[in-house]
């Protein structure tokens, strides 16, 4: 028989409850009534993604992620920027790697060297994540929650840290209306 052990309830303002998660009408802004709790969806008509309430971050985001790529192979100094698709040097103030609006939920790190450094997330030319890293070998965050304005976004070894040698990052976001 299908949809044995569902329990749906439909409650008011046209939400539907299946097992304790509230699934909200389409809308062009994020459900506010009743308060969303983790596991909550709705369908976003403005950016036309299906989203969900990320409790952890106390925000919504969307279901599908973004995925950018960049480093280097060779040395970046301490205050120098990685580089993007074909070796292209980002920068500050105009080039970087496009993204929309979203939150950064996952940053990692594989570097070839030993040393305290720390890569730091540029959003147009501002620092909204950093990542520590020491070791040789792969560093990773997935408690990012860097909000992103969209335009650009840049990698750079902080000043103050050690040179940072044959470098991948990849840095995951989730879409925000």
């Known amino acids: ?29 994020n459900p506010v009534t009743p308060a969303p709790v983790a596991g909550d969806l709705y369908y976003n008509t403005t950016i036309h993604e299906l989203m969900f309430y990320d409790a952890g971050r106390g925000k919504w985001l969307a279901n599908d992620t973004e995925t950018i790529y960049a480093g280097r192979n060779g040395n970046t100094l301490d205050g120098n920027f990685f580089r993007g698709i074909d070796g292209l040097l980002l920068n500050a103030a105009n080039v970087g790697i496009p993204v929309l609006k979203g939150t950064l939920v996952s940053l990692a790190l594989s570097r070839g060297n030993a040393g305290a450094a720390v890569l730091e997330v540029l959003n147009n030319g501002t620092v909204v994540a950093t990542l520590a890293n020491s070791v040789a070998g792969a560093t990773r965050s997935d408690t990012m929650n860097a909000n992103v304005s969209g335009g650009l976004i840049s990698f750079r070894n902080q000043v103050g840290g050690s040179t940072m040698t044959d470098v991948q990052i990849i840095a995951i976001f989730k879409k925000r209306p």
């Open 1 to 29: 028989m299908s949809g044995a052990g569902k329990i749906i309830v439909i409650a008011s303002g046209g939400r539907q409850v299946t097992a304790g998660v509230q699934l909200y009408p389409p809308s062009a802004a």
